[in-house]
Nanobody, 115 residues
Framework: QVQVEESGGGLVQPGGSLRLSCHAS????????MGWHRQAPGKQRELVAS???????NYADSVKGRFTVSRDNDDYKLYLQMDNLIPEDTALYSC?????????WGQGTQVVVSS
């Protein structure tokens, strides 16, 4: 059993910053990639940023240069530093953990960018 929990969402003005955190726990021993996804109302879920076990990162074009993903392998934690936020970043942000062919999801944390 693997549990995934996110935190750090909230309401922020355009141009502001937020830092999201994700913590995976439970039966973890061979975690591959960890990543952040988001889903805005009426849109499909999309990958925002991910980190594989070797440390290589991947970003959606829409967030490159504004978001930074980092991972703490010792504690199975994943972070997303979001700077220069825009209204289009408003969405439910979810953390996903990939292990041994299975993907585990958290409940998500809501981010609203609005003045």
């Amino acid at each position: 059993q693997v549990q995934v929990e996110e935190s750090g969402g909230g309401l922020v003005q355009p141009g502001g910053s937020l830092r999201l955190s994700c913590h995976a726990s439970g039966r973890l021993w061979d975690v591959g990639s960890m990543g952040w996804h988001r889903q805005a109302p009426g849109k499909q879920r999309e990958l925002v940023a991910s980190v594989i076990s070797g440390g290589r990162t991947n970003y959606a074009d829409s967030v490159k240069g504004r978001f930074t993903v980092s991972r703490d392998n010792d504690d199975y934690k994943l972070y997303l530093q979001m700077d220069n936020l825009i209204p289009e970043d408003t969405a439910l942000y979810s953390c996903a953990v990939f292990q041994r062919g299975r993907l585990y999801w958290g409940q998500g944390t809501q981010v609203v960018v609005s003045s």
